[in-house]
């Protein structure tokens, strides 16, 4: 079967390659012909991985040890599930993921993003067959998962701390989100190439950016999760390189997509346009590369690989080769409008995208600072926590205040007196909330407040855009209230889609600031019967209980929790001992509010012999808000996802000039 | 509009070098990065520093009372310092783990910052090859 899996990835590399190599030769002589046989080998190498991808899952299922990618990451005792997700959990699987994923969304966007044109097609095939070549190349050659060795008896099993239902999403997401974004890279480098630097390539690829971007956001939201229900330290993000490996390219794919819906209503922007999503397709190789190349200390990587290199050539040539392309195509970039005033709609998306940028930069800045400083001192260092929480407070509070300003303000130019009116009952609200936060006593965090009032004087905003929308809507003719606001989505998907996710973002503003700002964190030594209080609440520990599960020792502390005299439920913190992979893992017990949004975490920090316990406990107010904001994102994003009849009778009448003349 | 500057690059300018200001403003506050050093390269620093190493020996002492006591060692080397450390220890900690702690030496014991151990993750599960 081994056999089977090398021969699909060969056959899948030597099509991507006929894609580049035949495609780049279609695109520039116009060969007709040859441009479809490109795009049909693009087709076939998708299916020549979804066999590779077969054999390995058939591997895996058959616990087949003689695959050296099965033995190293599964063994017998691991349930089923989990032996299916180890495709994912080792380097080469991750990589065979990678190009499964690339393939389907080449074929997906080459057959369904006509639109832009034959010339630009015929360019944006071969670039998607550069990406895949490159990772097709490295299966073949460099990490084949289908390597053999003798069939061992037994596997060495899979991470204890992958063992966990996130790792059947939250990786997948990821990679359809990393993985997405070679789809609008690959259409402006189209777009370049075949000199067709109109917006067709944007308008062709929105769904695809705003899917990538969405996948994105929600791999993350589930790997905090995940960190936050498993990794047990009490919280959901750590500034680690591998978690800021995905949030810069997400915040250079918001920042693109804000600012190409200022070159399609404007005409404005187009080289920064096309550098944004350079910037985003560049961090989002940079990000997997840091992943499995493990050049920079994280907790998340586990090799030290022969692939970083390969890597690091390939972003190299990516980003000069692009870089060298929006250079030789400058004057064809030339804008077609000028901002006119500093207080328009325009201005705010600018603002905006110069704070994402600014933010994604710094980031990126600290994760490269220990290769840097090595480089120029001699001396590795490294950047933590402050320095990222600093510049997220100098970048992402204005960022958050924007949210609100721009919906409201005009497109071109807009009258401060109309900006008096809109600005006013959102400022009111925001006052306000001020000033009950800080009689509540939220004063001990400047930041918390801030960002609570700034948080208010959003969703104001926005609820006001609702409202005013709504009656609008009904005042043009005989509609119901609800049947107004339908309908007022229905016609505006992409602008009321963006301010729901506006909203989710708001509530994640308050979620991590809640559980930053305000948190309250005990730890105390218990003896069976004795008891600790953290804000309010009484903890009593009653004693162990140990069981023996198929391949892991559980042991849990019985944590009884009383507010005042009223019980309010067992709770079980511990730990794990796995036998197979001789590791211990912590399983923390969190009671959630859900009237108040709060959780009380607690944490078994250290089980000791005389049968007491090292007990650690939190306090965070809101949190559950960020895991609310996940599903609000993901509402938002749909709305603005969702297939639009009229936008596209409008997109067709906008182009048909156009598709008359290629 | 002849003479007239598009103000968008008023806006890009003023914003970088206002991104570029608070950044200087930063670095120069809070000075550089946390230096990461291995045993044998501690002698001399007497400020905050990551230490990283390798866990060697037997280790002693509870980390949730007066410290949980153990040695690290250059993870390519053979210069040992002992290492006393409080606060929540990392399920993988053990013999053999490479770990980073931040502190400082004194009197030729690091003296760990509380809750700062990480440990990296085990090479078990990639092997060399």
């Not at chain 2, 291995?38 to 007066?66: F, I």
Request: proline residues 4%.
């Amino acid at each position: 079967m081994a056999d089977l899996g090398r021969a699909a990835l060969v056959t899948s590399f030597l099509l991507l390659l006929y894609a580049l190599v035949g495609g780049s030769l279609a695109a520039w002589k116009g060969r007709r012909r040859l441009a479809e046989s490109a795009q049909n080998a693009l087709l076939g190498s998708f299916a020549a991985t979804v066999v590779a991808t077969a054999v390995l899952v058939g591997a895996l299922a058959r616990h087949d040890f003689s695959f050296q990618y099965v033995a190293d990451h599964t063994s017998r005792e691991l349930p089923l599930g989990y032996t299916l997700t180890a495709f994912w959990g080792g380097q080469e699987g991750s990589l065979l993921l990678w190009l499964l994923v690339l393939s389907g969304y080449s074929v997906a966007a080459v057959l369904t993003a006509r639109r832009v044109g034959r010339e630009v097609l015929a360019w944006v095939v071969p670039t998607l067959g550069l990406v895949g070549t490159f990772f097709a190349l490295l299966l073949v050659f460099v990490a084949s998962p289908f390597a053999t060795q003798a069939a061992v008896a037994d596997g060495a099993g899979l991470n204890p701390s992958l063992q966990n239902p996130y790792m059947a999403i939250h990786p997948p997401m990821l990679y359809l989100g990393y993985v997405g974004l070679t789809v609008p890279f690959a259409f402006a480098m189209g777009a370049l190439l075949a000199r067709r630097t109109d917006e067709r390539w944007i308008v062709a690829t929105r769904r695809w950016t705003l899917a990538a971007w969405a996948f994105l956001g929600i791999g993350q939201l589930l790997g905090a999760h995940w960190a936050y229900v498993e990794i047990g330290w009490g919280g959901f993000y750590a500034w680690d390189p591998v978690e800021n490996a995905a949030l810069m390219p997400w915040l250079a794919a918001t920042a693109f997509l804000h600012s190409v819906m200022i070159q399609e209503k404007r005409g404005m922007l187009k080289v920064w346009n096309v550098l944004l999503v350079v910037l985003a397709f560049g961090l989002s190789l940079f990000g997997t590369f840091l992943t499995r190349s493990g050049i920079i200390q994280s907790i998340h990587s586990f090799t030290q690989s022969s692939i970083g290199p390969w890597f690091l050539g390939f972003i190299c040539l990516i980003t000069a080769g692009s870089l060298t392309l929006v250079f030789a195509r400058l004057p064809l970039l030339r804008a077609k409008t000028r901002l006119e005033s500093l207080v328009s709609r325009e201005a705010t998306f600018l603002y905006n995208n110069l704070l994402l940028v600014a933010l994604a930069l710094t980031i990126l800045w600290g994760v490269v600072y220990p290769i840097l400083s090595e480089v120029v001192t001699g001396q590795t260092a490294t950047v933590s926590k402050p320095y990222y929480n600093f510049f997220l407070h100098t970048f992402g509070l204005p960022l958050l205040l924007l949210m609100g300003i721009g919906p409201l303000v005009a497109w071109r130019r807009a009258s401060l007196r109309a900006l008096g009116r809109t600005f006013l009952w959102p400022l009111a609200a925001a006052l306000i909330a001020g000033i009950a936060l800080l009689a509540a006593g939220a004063g001990s965090s400047r930041i918390g407040v801030i960002a609570y009032t700034f948080s208010v004087f959003v969703l104001a905003a926005i609820a006001l855009e609702f409202v005013r929308g709504t009656v609008a809507r009904k005042a043009l003719g005989g509609l119901g209230w609800a049947a107004a606001f339908s309908s007022l989505i229905a016609r505006n998907r992409r602008r009321y889609g963006g301010y729901v996710v506006h909203a989710s973002v708001v509530l994640l503003a308050i979620g991590v600031t809640g559980a930053s700002a305000y948190e309250t964190v005990r730890e105390s030594r218990l003896k069976p019967g004795q008891s600790m209080t953290v804000a309010g609440d009484r903890l009593v520990f009653r004693g162990f209980r140990s069981r023996l599960e198929s391949n892991h020792r559980a042991i849990r502390g019985l944590v009884d929790v009383y507010r005042g005299d009223k019980y309010l439920g067992r709770y079980t913190p511990g730990k794990n001992q796995y036998f197979a992979e001789d590791q211990v893992s912590n399983e923390v017990s969190i009671r959630h509010d859900w009237l108040t949004g709060g959780d009380l975490f607690l944490i078994a920090d250290q089980v000791n012999s005389n049968g007491s316990i090292d007990l650690k406990a939190l306090q965070k107010p809101l949190v559950n808000l960020l895991w609310l904001a996940g599903f609000v994102f993901v509402g938002g994003a749909l709305i603005a996802l969702w297939p639009d009849a009229r936008e596209e009778r409008r997109l067709a009448e906008r182009y048909a000039g156009a598709t008359v003349r290629v | 509009m002849p003479g007239k500057r598009s103000p968008v690059r008023l806006i890009v300018a003023l914003s970088v070098a206002a991104v570029l200001a608070v950044f200087l403003l930063y670095t120069s506050i809070a000075g550089g990065g946390t230096p990461v050093l291995r045993p044998s390269q501690l002698a001399g620093h007497h400020g905050r520093v990551s230490l990283m190493g390798q866990v060697v020996g037997t280790k002693s002492g509870d980390a949730h009372a007066d410290g949980l006591r153990f040695q690290l060692r250059d993870v390519k080397g053979t210069t040992t310092v002992p290492v006393v450390y409080k606060g929540s220890v990392p399920d993988l900690f053990k013999t053999g783990r490479d770990v980073v702690v931040d502190g400082r030496l004194r009197n030729g014991v690091f003296v760990a910052v509380p809750n700062t151990l990480v440990t990296k993750c085990p090479s078990k599960y990639q092997p060399k090859r």
